[in-house]
């Protein structure tokens, strides 16, 4: 119903913000991430997911697609709600959270209030071929995803950074240009590359 909200941000805490919309204030759950990203600015650009039960509406806000996209992917796995998806994504940013997935990282995971061991589990196994897949759909090829490189590392950062929205040329040349022995800091250093060439 809402893909965004754009307006004037009329309150802001580590959990929710307001966004004044031509005189009506839209409040949104959001993570601690996107209250980092927007807290001191005026105007602002929330993307929207909206949450409808049989006995309430509610409305969060991120802000950026990367962030409300992995929100949808986490909600889409059995027995992760709306709460606990906004404290994964408060504990570690989109790509953190891809490459922790990528990687079979569970424990990285439980680091976010109310996430247990078996949730952090089923997130990485529900999610790991979604992740995987999407970052193809996002490339534009009509083939599968083949690694351009044999190290397992390389492979997911390349994968993280396709799923982030990164065609495969860039991203691989991005991996080629790095050097870590974990995919969450080859992600890091990559997307640090990435933004020097915008």
Do not use: W
Not at 3 to 31: H, N, P, Q, R, T
Not at 121 to 147: H, M, N, W
Not at 183 to 195: C, G, I, K
């Amino acid at each position: 119903m809402y893909y965004y909200l754009k307006g004037e941000l009329a309150l802001a805490e580590e959990d929710v913000a307001v966004v004044d919309c031509g005189g009506v204030g839209y409040k949104c759950s959001i993570s601690r991430n996107t209250y980092l990203a927007i807290r001191e600015k005026t105007e602002i650009k929330l993307f929207t997911y909206l949450s409808v039960k049989e006995d309430s509406m509610d409305l969060f806000g991120f802000s950026s697609e990367d962030e409300r996209r992995m929100f949808i992917l986490l909600i889409s796995v059995s027995g992760v709600g709306p709460k606990a998806a906004l404290s994964v994504l408060s504990e570690m940013t989109s790509s953190e959270l891809a490459a922790a997935v990528l990687s079979s990282n569970a424990k990285r995971i439980t680091a976010a209030q109310g996430v247990g061991p078996k949730m952090a589990q089923r997130i990485c196994l529900e999610l790991k071929d979604k992740i995987s897949k999407f970052g193809t759909e996002v490339s534009g090829e009509d083939s599968a995803y083949i690694p351009f490189a044999a190290s397992g590392v390389a492979e997911e950062a390349v994968s993280v950074l396709m799923a982030l929205g990164y065609n495969k040329s860039d991203s691989e040349a991005a991996v080629r240009k790095c050097s870590a022995e974990n995919t969450e800091d080859l992600v890091r250093q990559a997307l640090r590359y990435l933004s020097r060439l915008i």
